[in-house]
């Protein structure tokens, strides 16, 4: 029995490596949460833009996975908010946009605090071929995928919420 034992392992070690598992998963989850809302929080100047999936703290689908588990563990309402738009917002990192975000609107800003006419109407062409040829219009295909892709993890992640117990 000593040699099954050894092989096995007894029923209070399974128990303690469960527990260093889930521990170590919880960590885990911690730390690729608190990373990716760090690039969340940098790419908040941008307003509604896209960026390269490589800007990410690690694979698009772990970070997905991590928000999971995050959104399964939560208690809180107001947190629980805040991850499902934090999950959602995964849709905003495309492969393929490269170093400069994609954004919707160009750069509103006129760089000093009077601008003259000419900086305004400047500031109106500009405007206006971006909003015709920008590069975010061309991801919108892949964005509308994801955000259902996204939808559907969070509405999976609720149910293992509800069916968790905890």
Avoid: W
Wanted: some cysteine; charged content about 25%; overall charge neutral.
């Amino acid at each position: 029995m000593s040699f099954l034992k050894r092989l096995f392992g007894t029923s209070e070690r399974k128990k303690e490596v469960l527990i260093d598992d889930n521990r170590r998963a919880v960590e885990n989850i911690n730390l690729l949460t608190n990373a990716y809302g760090a690039v969340l929080q940098k790419h908040a100047k941008y307003g509604i833009a896209l960026f390269d999936v490589s800007t990410l703290p690690d694979t698009k689908e772990n970070v997905a996975v991590a928000l999971m588990g995050a959104i399964v563990l939560c208690s809180d309402a107001a947190a629980l908010s805040v991850l499902k738009a934090s999950l959602l917002s995964l849709a905003d990192y495309q492969k393929g946009v490269g170093d400069e975000p994609a954004t919707l609107l160009p750069d509103l800003s006129f760089g000093k605090d009077s601008p003259t006419t000419d900086d305004i109407g400047d500031h109106a062409r500009r405007f206006s071929e971006h909003s015709a040829t920008g590069r975010y219009r061309s991801f919108k295909p892949l964005i509308d995928r994801d955000i259902e892709h996204f939808s559907n993890l969070y509405n999976t992640a609720l149910k293992m919420r509800e069916t968790s117990g905890l």
